[in-house]
């Protein structure tokens, strides 16, 4: 049995990891999550510069180390892309140290998960305000990833988006993407995805990369797991 612990933001879609953890049951998988202190419920900035503070998440890692976890994944793309590239590598590092387990967060998750899809082009349809969805473009730059369009959708607290259901999602994953883009990808871990994954990339014909699929799927990686299930994408679906 493989243990990978997240670190939650809050309270907004975190249903999304026991509905994967059912889908991953053959794989002796378990996903057990603490949740974190945000603070102050905004895309901005100045708050999500706070909400990934070291104390923050350093205050969750004993219950994820208590509930065995081999890995710990920060489930957070803005207050981890905020920090910009370098500042996200240290913010890892530091949470690895905390933990004394190998780290990672949803921005790096994202990352790579286009490198494995072999991707070199996406659109990005975020949930977030203009000026942060334009941080996570800079960060895929950053990473390699040509970036050929970004939206935002201008939603400011975590909790509102926690709130739309398969319509909104698919409505997003419509008005972001760009038929030049190889994958998709909506990066907000508030969002629930999970149960619309199929859904999505037949919306728009391509691979979709979801905030809470790509933490489960970094969370694998970090524990040399590579597990199929159709379910979850294509990301998950490769031999």
């Given at each position: 049995m493989t243990a990978i612990g997240f670190l939650y933001p809050g309270h907004s879609a975190e249903d999304d990891y026991p509905r994967m953890e059912a889908l991953l049951a053959g794989a002796d998988v378990r996903l057990p999550l603490a949740h974190t202190d945000i603070g102050t419920d905004a895309h901005r900035v100045e708050a999500l510069l706070e909400m990934g503070a070291e104390t923050r998440l350093a205050a969750g890692v004993e219950e994820l180390r208590l509930a065995g976890a081999e890995a710990i994944v920060w489930a957070c793309t803005s207050a981890s892309f905020v920090y910009g590239?370098?500042?996200?590598?240290?913010?890892?590092?530091?949470?690895?140290?905390?933990?004394?387990?190998p780290a990672s967060s949803t921005s790096f998750a994202f990352a790579r998960a286009v490198r494995a899809l072999?991707?070199?082009?996406?659109?990005?349809?975020?949930?977030?305000?203009?000026?942060?969805?334009?941080?996570?473009?800079?960060f895929?730059?950053?990473?390699?990833?040509?970036?050929?369009?970004?939206?935002g959708s201008g939603i400011v607290t975590a909790a509102e988006v926690g709130t739309w259901g398969r319509e909104?999602?698919?409505?997003?994953?419509?008005?972001?993407?760009?038929?030049?883009?190889?994958?998709?990808?909506?990066?907000?871990t508030a969002l629930h995805t999970a149960a619309h994954l199929p859904d999505l990339e037949r919306e728009v014909g391509k691979p979709v990369l979801t905030a809470n699929q790509v933490t489960v799927?970094?969370?694998?990686?970090?524990?040399?797991?590579?597990?199929?299930?159709?379910?979850l994408g294509a990301l998950f679906d490769r031999p």
């Amino acid at each position: 049995m493989t243990a990978i612990g997240f670190l939650y933001p809050g309270h907004s879609a975190e249903d999304d990891y026991p509905r994967m953890e059912a889908l991953l049951a053959g794989a002796d998988v378990r996903l057990p999550l603490a949740h974190t202190d945000i603070g102050t419920d905004a895309h901005r900035v100045e708050a999500l510069l706070e909400m990934g503070a070291e104390t923050r998440l350093a205050a969750g890692v004993e219950e994820l180390r208590l509930a065995g976890a081999e890995a710990i994944v920060w489930a957070c793309t803005s207050a981890s892309f905020v920090y910009g590239w370098e500042g996200a590598h240290d913010q890892v590092r530091r949470l690895a140290r905390n933990a004394g387990l190998p780290a990672s967060s949803t921005s790096f998750a994202f990352a790579r998960a286009v490198r494995a899809l072999g991707a070199s082009r996406v659109a990005v349809a975020a949930t977030y305000p203009p000026d942060v969805a334009e941080l996570f473009r800079d960060f895929l730059k950053a990473s390699g990833a040509e970036v050929v369009s970004t939206r935002g959708s201008g939603i400011v607290t975590a909790a509102e988006v926690g709130t739309w259901g398969r319509e909104e999602v698919l409505a997003l994953a419509r008005a972001g993407d760009h038929p030049d883009a190889e994958a998709l990808l909506l990066p907000d871990t508030a969002l629930h995805t999970a149960a619309h994954l199929p859904d999505l990339e037949r919306e728009v014909g391509k691979p979709v990369l979801t905030a809470n699929q790509v933490t489960v799927w970094e969370g694998l990686r970090l524990t040399d797991r590579r597990v199929r299930a159709k379910e979850l994408g294509a990301l998950f679906d490769r031999p």
